[in-house]
């Protein structure tokens, strides 16, 4: 069975401090791995697709990572505005329109 | 250009009446989708659709239809409402060209309580 496992559930953090999110998959034929931002009542919105292991992609404080059995999200620096839910999912398998999500990451930066 | 809208944003509905959320894309994207979030729980799949005139089953599809009125619109109806669906439902919509490939946009949300 498909699955995609987040953690840590909720990380509390002091501005600058650096972390990382993990996301690990367990899918079969992997078409591309993705992360969102959530903010409190609103709906995800994109931050980068990774189709392969190896490939890393960077936004300002951001940089995500992949292997073939997980994804990490890298934050270096976070600022207080980095505060938010990080929702990570995944594509697989023959039919394009079956994403999987994890539960995500509640991200708390404290200045 | 808005994206991807959804009405209402909230709603409450008591057990055994029905209603239907609205969405709307304007980005010409072929491929919507209607999921369900709920606490602990990732967005779940509940129906999608992959071009206009056609719908297929998602992940927890029981308890909802769907209608692709045209591109543009997907709706999502709740027959017979149960407490079991109380939740925040998120339409998206799907990016065709390849600089925008598989990434999905989507609208604020609705919530839903039913009593």
């Known amino acids: 069975e498909d699955q995609v496992t987040q953690s840590p559930e909720a990380l509390r953090l002091q501005e600058g401090e650096s972390s990382s999110l993990n996301c690990s998959y367990t899918v079969s034929g992997l078409r591309g791995l993705f992360w969102y931002r959530q903010d409190p009542g609103k709906g995800p919105e994109f931050l980068f697709t990774?189709?392969?292991a190896g490939e890393e992609k960077e936004k300002e404080r951001l940089k995500a990572t992949l292997t073939k059995k997980e994804s990490f999200l890298h934050i270096t620096a976070p600022k207080p505005e980095d505060s938010a839910t990080y929702l990570c999912a995944v594509q697989a398998g023959d039919n394009f329109n079956k994403f999987y999500f994890g539960s995500g990451t509640k991200l708390n930066v404290k200045p | 250009n808005a994206g991807v809208t959804q009405t209402p944003k909230f709603q409450v509905l008591k057990t055994g009446q029905s209603m239907t959320l609205q969405c709307a894309q304007d980005?010409?994207?072929?491929?919507m989708y209607w999921y369900r979030q709920d606490p602990g729980m990732g967005l779940r799949l509940i129906y999608y659709s992959a071009s206009e005139g056609t719908t297929d089953k998602g992940e927890v599809p029981n308890g909802y239809n769907v209608s692709r009125l045209n591109k543009r619109e997907f709706s999502l109806r709740l027959e017979s409402a149960a407490p079991s669906q109380t939740s925040v439902y998120f339409c998206?919509?799907?990016?065709?060209?390849?600089?925008?490939?598989?990434?999905?946009?989507f609208g604020p949300g609705t919530r839903l309580t039913v009593t």
């Open positions: 980005m010409n994207h072929n491929s």
């Open positions: 990774l189709y392969s």
């Open positions: 998206a919509s799907r990016g065709d060209l390849p600089e925008e490939l598989n990434r999905q946009y």
